[in-house]
């Protein structure tokens, strides 16, 4: 009999790639995907586990991106599907590019929930299959300095735990999992060296993370914060602090050097 088929998307490198790990430990054949060539890499390093893993370039912040993953999925059916690809982008809203901007928008909700609609309503018709979007917990703080990527995070963590109820009388599991800073490339490519966050040596490990991202998914839970217990308070305290503050605390971290 076939493997069940895990769908990774962002699993290049950090938490996509760590995720990608963790199904195919579990037995799942894996069809991994990232805009940049290093998916090739990652598809190499991953052939270490007895299972099939194909690899995709594309872009899922475009309609053309998202058509080829779901073109590559085939007759398939996906036992799981591990929505992580995501940008970030630092800087002041109104001194960055908007056509960057735009693309954080389009790769982290767009593209999200173009390949959700897609996957989870044949997920929905078998009344069976596994969610996982990565969010953050920087969807609970006004991101000054991350404004853009900050909003597209709020988005997402809404947007999970009201598919999850959604899906509540169905077989079929959303899972939100919402890291706070982790030690990736995202702040190399956010291009926020030039910060206190992205100088930070102690943020999370992103195998971890993802770890306790795929226990809680293959749990059925609708949510976790993942990482350090720091973590945890913060997003409890998120609810209860004025956004005011949150946003100077936030700009604190994410303002670049020399503003």
Same mark, same amino acid.
């Given at each position: ?14 938490? !996509?790639?760590?995720? @990608? ?5 579990? $037995? ?32 899922? $912040? ?12 085939? !007759? ?8 992580? @690809?995501?940008?970030? &982008?630092?800087?002041? #809203? ?25 996957? $989870? ?37 809404? =947007?999970?735990?009201?598919? @999850? ?20 490339? =995202? ?29 809680? &998914? ?10 350090? #217990? ?27 050097? !020399?503003?």
């Amino acid at each position: 009999m076939a493997r069940p088929l895990a769908v990774v998307t962002g699993a290049s490198t950090g938490i !996509g790639f760590e995720l @990608a790990k963790c199904a195919a430990e579990d $037995g799942h054949d894996l069809l991994i995907c990232a805009d940049e060539p290093e998916i090739e890499k990652a598809k190499a390093d991953l052939a270490a586990f007895d299972v099939s893993v194909k690899a995709l370039q594309a872009d899922l $912040g475009t309609e053309h991106g998202v058509e080829a993953l779901v073109s590559a999925i085939g !007759g398939r059916d996906v036992a799981i599907l591990l929505a992580n @690809a995501g940008r970030g &982008l630092g800087d002041g #809203f109104l001194d960055q590019n908007f056509e960057e901007a735009k693309n954080v928008v389009d790769t982290n909700v767009t593209g999200t929930i173009s390949l959700i609609h897609g996957v $989870g309503r044949k997920m929905r018709d078998r009344n069976e299959g596994r969610i996982l979007i990565t969010g953050s917990i920087a969807g609970f703080i006004p991101g000054s300095f991350q404004a853009v990527y900050n909003g597209s995070k709020a988005f997402l963590d809404s =947007f999970s735990w009201a598919l @999850a109820n959604e899906l509540k009388e169905t077989d079929v599991t959303v899972t939100c999992l919402m890291p706070g800073p982790t030690d990736t490339e =995202f702040f190399r490519r956010a291009k926020m060296e030039d910060t206190d966050v992205g100088r930070d040596d102690d943020k999370d490990d992103a195998g971890k993370v993802a770890r306790q991202g795929y226990k809680a &998914l293959m749990k059925g839970e609708h949510g976790v914060v993942a990482g350090s #217990f720091m973590n945890k308070v913060q997003a409890t305290f998120a609810g209860i602090i004025p956004d005011s503050i949150l946003a100077e605390m936030h700009r604190k971290m994410a303002e670049p050097d !020399g503003r």
